[in-house]
């Protein structure tokens, strides 16, 4: 309170002393902002760690839980087995063609109890889990390797004691073991080869292409055993029973969408909560990182630039420039005004045009002020793609709002989308996001009916990313948090149903050219631009710009 009179008191004329009270006011309310900015920082970053620490706690759960259940199936499964197993290979050497109900039930027992064991184990591990991969590789091998060696056991004594029975078909047995040693000694041979993969994605594909390959083979033996016995006894032998389980199986193993049904059938049974499901797929992207660890790289790699310091040509594709990085500066989290999405196949003329009228808008709103953005090709570091990459999260807490140029091919960016979900996700007020279409000159109706048409299609697996390996990444990050896709679209579809997006473009006059930035708020309304057609044709980018 007191500064304003101090140039007065050290002889400053009166001129002066007025112009230095004018800038008091001026002074404590930019004080003030940096306290609010300091303060919704804190919030910011308080948001994020609680949201990601909830997500890492959901993770634990959700793979301690899942591995809970499957082994305890498996363990039951087994218990099965071995109960019906040794009865079921004496009665087989009394009479081949016993074909009573006991025996039906005592064989189709015994086939559900095998496959129910390797299938039950196989569901284990999450799509990120590479020890309990290898784990469940191992276990299942040394398994079959006992079941083996113990089934032989059986049938040596079971030979041994009838010796003279003229039932007994002494070829068939052996082949029958040689038969099994064979796919079991293939199957481990296969499961080691497998475990030493270094990727978890390609581990994951060769254990359940193993466990195909077992099965197929298993499928052929047990097909010329139940055509010889049918043939042999002139009666539906119990035999049928193992033929229909190994069928069974196979299909299971070969149907990657069924697995992940049951995985996410899992995945739900046990996180019930959508949010958590989110929070888990939040701590996904993070990674290895904690969360301390997290928010400290992002706080010291956080940037913003201005569009002001843009051009065209600098939005007008996504050639790497590492001197746009330079134009960029060190930004606390929660001081950015916006964290941009986008998709760089969309009309890059359309999308400066709606950039452009988006800076005019906060410009109107803020007294002048120039917005700061987060926006990719600027603000990541050429040098260090992986580690801004890992900070992508952070960054989007750091932001006060989403603006989401959204084009026909923006929900085909796997990336967009786990943008627009982490932000939406992330404790943060639907009225902080803007939508913003981006469609072509010419082409405008049919640019909207594209974008309906991707919301009302969304499937995560059709999207891409510039890197396959981001995209395998990104899909186990889903595979993890929601045991499949089909939640995650779901999810990703609430979120546009929420602002009632789809219904807004159906409904809205189609825009021209002069408006295609226009703003998609939350409140449903589609707002069309103002600006009169010389001030769009202003705003069109030139050869020169």
């Keep these: 309170e007191n500064i304003g009179d101090v140039p007065c008191r050290r002889g400053v004329s009166e001129a002066a002393a007025g112009d230095y009270d004018e800038q008091v006011p001026q002074l404590w309310r930019s004080k003030q902002r940096v306290d609010e900015s300091s303060s919704d920082e804190e919030l910011a970053l308080e948001a994020f760690e609680k949201r990601c620490l909830t997500g890492q706690n959901v993770l634990l759960r959700l793979r301690f839980r899942v591995c809970i259940a499957t082994f305890t199936a498996s363990a039951a499964f087994t218990l099965l087995y071995v109960v019906t197993l040794k009865p079921r290979i004496t009665k087989f050497f009394d009479d081949v063609c016993i074909n009573d109900l006991e025996a039906h039930v005592r064989v189709s027992l015994s086939e559900i109890g095998f496959h129910g064991v390797i299938l039950s184990m196989s569901l284990a591990p999450l799509a990120d889990d590479i020890w309990l991969t290898r784990a469940v590789l191992g276990l299942t091998s040394a398994g079959l390797g006992l079941a083996v060696?113990?089934?032989?056991?059986?049938?040596?004594?079971?030979?041994?004691?009838?010796?003279?029975?003229?039932?007994?078909?002494?070829?068939?047995?052996?082949?029958?073991?040689?038969?099994?040693?064979?796919?079991?000694?293939?199957?481990?041979?296969?499961?080691?080869?497998?475990?030493?993969?270094?990727?978890?994605?390609?581990?994951?594909i060769g254990m359940w292409l193993t466990i195909k390959a077992f099965l197929l083979a298993l499928l052929v033996v047990k097909v010329c055993l139940v055509v010889y016995l049918t043939w042999k006894c002139h009666a539906l032998v119990p035999a049928w029973w193992s033929l229909l389980c190994t069928v069974a199986s196979l299909v299971f193993a070969g149907n990657a969408p069924v697995r992940e049904l049951v995985k996410a059938k899992l995945n739900r049974a046990f996180e019930r909560?959508?949010?958590?499901?989110?929070?888990?797929?939040?701590?996904?992207?993070?990674?290895?990182?904690?969360?301390?660890?997290?928010?400290?790289?992002?706080?010291?790699?956080?940037?913003?630039?201005?569009?002001?310091?843009?051009?065209?040509?600098?939005?007008?594709?996504?050639?790497?420039?590492?001197?746009?990085?330079?134009?960029?500066?060190?930004?606390?989290?929660?001081?950015?005004?916006?964290?941009?999405?986008?998709?760089?196949?969309?009309?890059?003329?359309?999308?400066?045009?709606?950039?452009?009228?988006?800076?005019?808008r906060h410009r109107n709103k803020n007294g002048g002020q120039e917005p700061t953005m987060w926006f990719d090709k600027c603000c990541i570091d050429q040098n260090n793609i992986d580690r801004d990459l890992r900070c992508l999260p952070v960054f989007l807490s750091g932001c006060k709002k989403l603006v989401v140029f959204v084009g026909p091919t923006y929900l085909s960016r796997l990336w967009c989308i786990m943008e627009l979900f982490t932000f939406t996700h992330m404790c943060r007020s639907v009225d902080q996001i803007q939508f913003i279409p981006v469609v072509s000159h010419g082409s405008q109706k049919e640019d909207l009916d594209r974008i309906m048409s991707s919301i009302e299609n969304f499937d995560a697996g059709k999207c891409n990313c510039y890197s396959a390996a981001d995209k395998e990444r990104l899909l186990r990050i889903i595979h993890v948090a929601f045991g499949g896709l089909e939640e995650f679209n779901i999810a990703v579809k609430r979120i546009f149903g929420?602002?009632?997006?789809?219904?807004?473009?159906?409904?809205?006059?189609?825009?021209?050219?002069?408006?295609?930035?226009?703003?998609?708020?939350?409140?449903?309304?589609?707002?069309?631009?103002?600006?009169?057609?010389?001030?769009?044709?202003?705003?069109?980018?030139?050869?020169?710009s």
């Design 149 to 204: 060696t113990w089934g032989q056991s059986i049938m040596t004594r079971a030979e041994a004691a009838r010796n003279e029975d003229p039932q007994r078909l002494p070829w068939v047995n052996l082949v029958l073991s040689q038969m099994y040693v064979i796919l079991a000694a293939g199957f481990g041979i296969c499961s080691v080869r497998v475990m030493f993969y270094q990727d978890v994605h390609k581990m994951q």
């Design 273 to 360: 909560r959508s949010s958590e499901r989110a929070a888990a797929g939040i701590a996904g992207l993070v990674g290895t990182f904690t969360v301390k660890e997290a928010l400290q790289e992002a706080t010291a790699r956080f940037r913003s630039v201005q569009i002001s310091d843009l051009a065209y040509d600098d939005i007008a594709d996504n050639t790497p420039c590492p001197a746009l990085f330079q134009r960029t500066s060190a930004c606390h989290l929660h001081a950015c005004d916006a964290f941009v999405s986008h998709s760089w196949h969309d009309d890059s003329e359309a999308k400066w045009l709606g950039m452009q009228m988006w800076r005019e």
């Design 498 to 544: 929420m602002v009632g997006l789809q219904y807004s473009l159906s409904a809205a006059p189609r825009p021209s050219y002069k408006s295609c930035g226009a703003e998609l708020s939350y409140n449903s309304a589609f707002l069309t631009d103002e600006a009169n057609d010389s001030e769009a044709e202003d705003l069109r980018p030139t050869a020169t």
